[in-house]
Each structure stands twice: as structure tokens, then as C-alpha cells.
């Protein structure tokens, strides 16, 4: 399984940890059930036991393992010095305002790279679906290197919000539709 | 009994019997339950402003909103969890070393240190606003540009007298355990030390694998004991860290005040936020997980009345948990680009997975410790340490999922973050830990007192049960789809969430309720006063032989 977009990865997420969390609390209910029954322990009832705890184990760390070979950008993140980025973005942020393009538009496919200065207080650089679910993001960090390499898989208008706060005045750091990707063959897709 | 009178006098609660190490273990229990509810009440008030952002008393204004935001955490975390924390601890030492508490007088100290620091960060908020969050992210805190400077003194002042008030406790815990009277009358410091770290434990182990005798050694300090200086150990780093970030930001805002305008920007934002997420992790990742694990098995081997299963794996679990704790700050900076990227793979991602291992070996522990002892009667104390085991069972793989560098890139600073993962490992995972601990503590602390209600005592373990689950379910699910923590959604988005979050959140305040009612109806409220006054019996151990007043109080 490898996963496109966010949107795929976390609704796969979403059904994995709720099946995890129903599974859990009936193991834990199942437990306490048992725990004032008569019935003397018996050892063959470890073996659940192992089982449950080689589960929470295998699930936990392997969700760990599994996700970081399927999500693209994972690797092209670690690998970002390295690799020629199709188009480049300033974006300068301070006094609770972005300044960027106003409109950054981008082919489906290409790799953007989101190169964003803070001059004053740490905020975040966050990028938005109009459902209001989130692409990706990143911290920035007055003083230091952020910068997001992107590539989009999906094609719409999207928004930019700070995902860190910056005091109150930071609620309002959000920029409607300033990111524009064309290219897919379906509308939308 | 009439009504009236049981709220005058309780049931049979008598606070001049109660000797000096009670009193203090109990004034900082009523305090602890005190902050809590004001954190409730807050984490409600910020729910409900989510779904109608223009509800009084927020009315719809980001600085009130994240002003709550906070100092929720200070009152929730200090206020609260470290009281009774440090308040169940200071009266467990003594209670299973069979040894003085070195200090009644700075147990004392403890208490009236972090309500009045609690209190103080609480007014820095309401009166002036002051809102950096509890991240301080630099300069963030120093920013008097954006935030009242008296107001940002008042709350650095307030987080520092928590941190030496954390200090006191430290220094208390060490000379009890390490006073060299009573069963630890002819152990060297050496051999107290070996055993507080769980390094017996990796020996026992060591030496039952390679077949060399003696396999086995009787540790010096029995288990929780080990687990309560191991946390401890973090505590104090933690606090170092704190008080250390508090005495920069206080420099800067002094600076202000005197109208030098020093340069923020002297002091790199990343670096600082290493600094400060070590030690605040150690908070998260070291004290709670530790000191979880060693009330767990305090707990499990009390309500069974039998040993703890794989106790040596136990103890270099508690070692292991050690370094783990301390390498695996850089899970809270998977989304900062300029740390380096070794930083987030190996202290980010591969250590903190090791928190899956240690915390699933304690919850495997506990389990089987409980499970061998069947069958058992299902008491308070039992319900709510199962609840407890639940709410770690739910929140450490969440927090194991967000620890990826792939996961994190679309979960940072998200709902899920601090819904499915904080409040449940706080308000499910720790707090029925702590209730739990609390109806052990109950009859010892207040000489056999009879609870006013078993129905009130069931009624705040389901509504609190379910309403913590609840709302970290609501709020992780919110986050998932893109809902930010620290932000102040005020068009509707995420209504749905939104409003059952909300529902659960009251249910947690109505379980609140509950249990304080349970609990004034107990001792009464002549009793609540009595608490306070000073105690006429300055023991400061419990229910050992020299002191036969406290051993006589028990039996009757
Ligand atoms: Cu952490």
C-alpha cells in the first residue's frame, strides 16, 4: 500500500487506531470480567497475554516502520539538500503577516520548495484543502532553515495558515486560496 | 443523619487525630482537587467557546481564549498533578520504608510553594492577559510588544516558585530514602544508590542469563520506592530546565522594565526550543510514565496482597525507561526544519519507540500480577486502576503514531495531538492511576473515615471514564481533519467534534462535582478546616511500632 496524499494516509490512519482503540478496551473489559471469577488462573492464560503484548508491539512499531516506507515524503524530506526543487517560494513572515506570492501556482507532479524566514517570533507555515484538512506544514523559526519541499499529487485551490502560536494576533494569519495546483487529468483528482 | 449535619461534620472523620504527616499529605490532596477543578472548568469554558466562540466570558476575544489556554496546563499539571503527585509520594516513602519523612516542615514548604505559584501564574493570565503558552517558545514570553510586561514577571515569578517548591520535594524524598535509620539503619549510600537506579534489577537479570551465582539479591529499596527516585531524577532535571528557561525570559522582561531593550534575537529560537523540550519532556516522558509504572505496581501488589510478577524485569525496565527518557526530546521537533534531520530519525522517531516496549512490559506487569492473584473483588481501587492501565493502553500509541517523521509532517499541532494523546493520558491514563491511589490512601489518611457514598464514588468513575475517552476520541478525530490545537476556531468549522467534545468535557466536570461532594460529605466541613489547622501529633512516620499513638489510631 503506498499512500498519494494525506487525505489517503489518514483515513487509513483513522480506521487503523479505531479498530486499535475498540480492540484494547474490550481486551481490558474481557480482563476485568475475568479478574473476580472463581475459576482459579490457569497458565494456558498467559498465552493471550504474550499474544496481546506482541500485538501492542508489533502494531505500534510496525505502524511506525510500515507508514515510513509508503509516505512519499518522508524520504524526499530527509533527502531535500539534495535534490533540484522545480519551483521556489519565498515566503517571509513577521508581525503576524506572510509575505509570499499572491498566487503560487504549481503543476501537478513538480517538486515546490517552500523556503519561509520568520524576522521576529516563531510560527508555523501550514497548508490547507478548502475542507479545512491539512496537506503539510512546517515550523519556522526565526533564526534558522525551514524549508518544505513539496510535491503535489493533487490537483485545487489551497490555503496557507501559521500552525504555530504566536500570540493571539496569530489566529488571523490565514491567506484564503493561494496556492494553485493544475495538471490532474479528472477535475479535482 | 440529617443532611446539614453530615455536611457540618461528616461521617466519622476526626481531624484532631490525625498526626503531622497526615495533615500535610492531606492539605495538599484538598489543593490538588482544587486546581483540578479550575482546570475542568477552564478545559470546558475553551471547549464550549469552540462551539459558540461568542459565549461569555470569553465572547469571542483570542486574548481572553488563549490566555485560558495558558494557564490551563500550569493549573492542571502543577496546581493539580504535581500536588497530589508529591503529596501521595511524601506520605508513601515513609509509609513503605518504615522510615521518618526527613521534613514535615518543607513538605509543608511543597504545598504552599506551588498554590501560590499556581495561583500567582493564574492571575498573570486573568488580570493582564499574559499569554505565551506554556511552550514559551523564545521570545515569545520576552514579547512586550504583544503582552504586558508586569503580567509576564508576575507569571515567570509564579512558575518559578512551582519549581522550588518541586525542589523541596526532591530534596525531601532523597533524605528519607537515603537516611540511614530504621531497615536501612547499616546500607551503605551505595548500595541505596544501586537500587533506587534498577541497576540490582539488571544485575539479577545478568546473572540468572549467564547461570552465575547468587542469581538473585534482595534489593535494598522495594519497587515503587525504586520507581519513585528514578521519576524523581527527571523531576529535577525538569525543574532545572524550567527554572533555568524562567530565569532568561524574567532577565529580558527586567531588562524592559528598566528601559534597556536587549535583543531578543540574541538567543536562537531552535536551540532554546531543544533546551526547553528536553526538559519539558521529562515532564511528559520521564516523570508520568515513571512514576505511573511504580504506582501501578505499588498498587497492584496492595490490592492483590502478593509480590510483583517479573519484578527484576520490572526494575531494569525503570533503568531502561532512564535513558530513554532523556534521549527522546526530538519527537516534539519533527516539524522544525533546521533540526537536523539524524536528530528527528534516531531521538525523534527510533528512542521514543522504545516508550512503547518499557510502558507495554508495565502494563504487561501489572496485568499479570493482578491476573495470577484471581479471583478478586472488584473494589474502587481496582476499577479505577484498570481505568487507568486503559487510558495508557490508548494514549502511548498515539503519541508513538505522531512520533514519525511521515505521520507528524500532517498530525503537528493538530486536536489529535493533544486530544487522543494529552487529555487522554492525563485525564484516563493518570488520573484514574491517581484516583486509584487515592481510595488506597483514603483509609490510612484518614484514620478509617467511611466514605459518605459508594453510588457518588461509581457515578464520578463512569462519567469521568467516559467523558475523558470521549473527548479524546472527539478531539482526535477532529484533528485528523485538519483541526489545530492553539488556534481559535470561531466560524464553526468542526462543529460536530466540536459540540460532543464539549458534552463529554461537562461530563467531566459533573464527575468532579461528584466527588467533591463525596468527599466534603466524608470528612465534613468542620473536618475540611481541620485539616488545615495545625496538627497536635508531630509524628512524621506511619504505622510503625515507636510510635504506638498512630498505630492505636488505626485500630480503633
Ligand atoms: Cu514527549
Known sequence: MTFETSVELLKFHNVAYTVYAMLIISVIAWFAYNLTREKKAEPIVRIPFYLYIGFLVAMGVGHHIFTYNTIPWVSEDIMRHNITPDKTFQIKMANHKFDMPEKMEIKKGEKVLFDAHSSDLVYGFGLFRQDGSMISQMQVNPGSRNDLLWTFNECGEFDVRSTEYAGPAGNAMFVKKVVIVTGCDKKGA | ?556
Open chain 2, 1 to 556: 443523619m440529617s443532611f446539614k449535619m453530615n455536611l457540618m461534620e461528616g461521617t466519622n472523620f476526626n481531624a484532631s487525630s490525625l498526626t503531622a504527616l497526615q495533615k500535610v499529605t492531606l492539605r495538599a490532596v484538598v489543593m490538588s482537587f482544587l486546581f483540578y477543578g479550575l482546570a475542568a472548568i477552564e478545559g470546558t469554558l475553551m471547549r464550549v467557546a469552540l462551539v459558540n466562540p461568542s459565549i461569555p466570558p470569553i465572547h469571542g476575544a483570542p486574548e481572553h481564549f488563549f490566555s485560558i489556554m495558558t494557564v490551563h496546563p500550569i493549573i492542571g499539571i502543577f496546581g493539580s498533578t504535581y500536588q497530589l503527585v508529591f503529596a501521595a509520594f511524601m506520605f508513601l516513602i515513609p509509609f513503605l520504608t518504615k522510615k521518618p519523612l526527613y521534613s514535615v516542615g518543607l513538605a509543608n514548604f511543597v504545598w504552599i510553594m506551588i498554590t501560590i505559584g499556581s495561583a500567582l501564574a493564574w492571575i498573570a493570565a486573568f488580570i493582564w492577559s499574559y499569554a505565551p503558552l506554556y511552550t514559551l517558545y523564545w521570545p515569545l514570553p520576552a514579547d512586550t510588544a504583544q503582552f504586558n510586561v508586569i503580567g509576564g514577571i508576575v507569571f515567570i515569578i509564579g512558575v518559578a516558585l512551582i519549581m522550588i517548591g518541586t525542589l523541596g520535594f526532591i530534596y525531601n524524598i532523597y533524605a528519607t530514602i537515603f537516611a540511614k535509620v530504621g531497615v536501612h539503619a547499616n546500607k551503605t549510600t551505595k548500595e541505596l544508590l544501586i537500587s533506587g537506579f534498577g541497576i540490582d534489577g539488571m544485575l539479577n537479570l545478568v546473572h540468572k542469563l549467564t547461570g552465575k551465582p547468587p542469581y538473585s539479591k534482595e534489593p535494598a529499596l522495594s519497587l515503587p520506592v525504586v520507581a519513585i527516585f528514578r521519576g524523581t531524577v527527571d523531576t529535577f532535571l525538569d525543574a532545572l530546565v524550567i527554572l533555568g528557561a524562567g530565569i532568561l525570559v524574567l532577565v529580558y522582561l527586567l531588562a524592559d522594565v528598566s528601559g534597556a531593550s536587549w535583543d531578543v534575537h540574541a538567543v536562537d529560537a531552535l536551540l532554546y526550543k531543544n533546551f526547553f523540550w528536553w526538559g519539558l519532556d521529562l515532564v511528559a516522558d520521564g516523570l508520568v510514565l515513571i512514576y505511573v509504572a511504580g504506582s501501578w505496581y505499588l498498587l497492584a501488589t496492595l490490592i492483590t496482597g502478593q509480590k510483583l510478577f517479573m519484578e527484576n524485569v520490572a526494575r531494569a525496565a525503570l533503568l531502561l525507561e532512564l535513558f530513554v527518557s532523556w534521549m527522546v526530546w526530538s519527537h516534539h521537533l519533527l516539524a522544525d526544519q533546521g533540526q537536523p534531520e539524524m536528530m528527528k530519525l534516531i531521538s525523534g522517531e527510533m528512542v521514543t519507540m522504545f516508550e512503547l516496549l518499557t510502558q507495554g512490559l508495565a502494563l504487561f506487569i501489572t496485568l499479570m500480577t493482578l491476573w495470577k492473584a484471581r479471583p478478586l473483588k472488584m473494589t474502587m481501587e481496582l476499577k479505577y486502576l484498570l481505568a487507568g492501565l486503559l487510558g495508557f493502553g490508548l494514549a502511548v500509541p498515539a503519541a508513538i503514531i505522531q512520533a514519525d517523521m511521515g505521520m507528524n509532517r500532517i498530525l503537528h499541532n493538530t486536536q489529535w495531538i493533544i486530544g487522543a494523546h494529552v487529555h487522554v493520558a492525563l485525564l484516563t491514563g493518570l488520573y484514574m492511576t491517581l484516583y486509584s491511589v487515592v481510595y488506597v490512601l483514603w483509609p490510612l489518611l484518614t484514620n478509617n473515615t467511611k466514605l459518605f457514598s459508594m453510588k457518588f464514588a461509581n457515578a464520578h468513575f463512569y462519567l469521568h471514564l467516559i467523558g475523558s475517552v470521549g473527548m479524546g476520541a472527539f478531539m482526535g478525530m477532529a484533528g485528523l481533519e485538519g483541526m489545530l490545537r492553539r488556534h481559535f476556531y470561531m466560524d464553526g468549522e468542526y462543529q460536530t467534534f466540536m459540540i460532543l467534545a464539549a458534552i463529554a468535557a461537562i461530563m467531566m466536570v459533573v464527575a468532579w462535582v461528584i466527588f467533591m461532594a463525596n468527599i466534603i460529605m466524608s470528612v465534613g466541613l468542620k473536618g475540611l478546616v481541620g485539616i488545615f489547622l495545625p496538627a497536635s501529633d508531630d509524628t512524621a512516620t506511619f504505622g510503625i511500632d515507636p510510635q504506638p499513638s498512630v498505630v492505636v489510631s488505626q485500630k480503633k
